[in-house]
């Protein structure tokens, strides 16, 4: 559950690819309609409310456009944003600008809107309940996603299938789910099993391994689960999670929720570039 850094060559790489998809193979036809090279000053401006994230891959993209032009940051990354605000201010040449602009603005409010709508959950629970996103993330931007989930003040879930042992309904369907655990904790990796039922968590509670994952439970019977291990291991909650019915998951004592929805299907945050 370590927090994610995006490393300055990560930065530049999936900046470089966003590019690509815009400027292959001709480049910004319609910018360069513009004859002019004019110096502007532009500015980006939110037309939300909500925390802002994904700052510095909007100035690198704008730095491989054109190093010269100047961006400079309004907002600290992760913080508060209000309506109408600005976020960042722009000083370069008009067309490199307006060729740099949707990618940056893709960034910024994507990111932003993961890390707003995580803040909401965060925002519900108690200080020890720790909200979490999953792998059901963009194909090739779960870096990019899972850190914004910190931005917004939840956790990250493993990072990828070696992170840890995840042993799921799938796993049980086709083997014994004692026999799974007791394999294996042969390895160092943390164990985590899911379970669908409250028998199915008392035929192994006399077994050591790591996290309880409760799915799609009602809060009854997370509340009778959480009393039955005791403890014993760390207890997470998935499966219909939303802001309504979050407060009576994290009220049964679960040490962490688990969300998809903070990655696949979250909405961005409108973010504007004006000249």
Known sequence: MSKIKLSKKYIYKICKEALKE?????????SKLLNNTNKIKAKILSNSSGIIGGLDLAKQTFKIVDKKILFKIKKKEGSKIKNKQVIAEIVGDVKNILTGERVALNFLSHISGIATQTNKFVNKVRKNTKICCTRKTLPGLRAIQKY???????????FNLSDEFLIKDNHIANKNIRELIIKAKKNRKKITVEVDNLNQLKKILDLKFDTVLFDNMNVKNLKKGVQLVKNKYETEASGNVNLKNIRKI??????????????????????????
Not at 148 to 158: E, F, T
């Open 22 to 30: 815009d400027l292959y193979p001709s480049g910004d036809i319609t």
């Open 148 to 158: 914004a989930v910190n931005l917004g003040g939840g956790y990250n879930h493993r």
């Open 250 to 275: 994290a009220s049964t004592g679960i040490n962490r929720i688990s969300i998809g929805s903070l990655t696949h299907s979250v909405s961005a945050i409108d973010l504007k570039l004006e000249i």
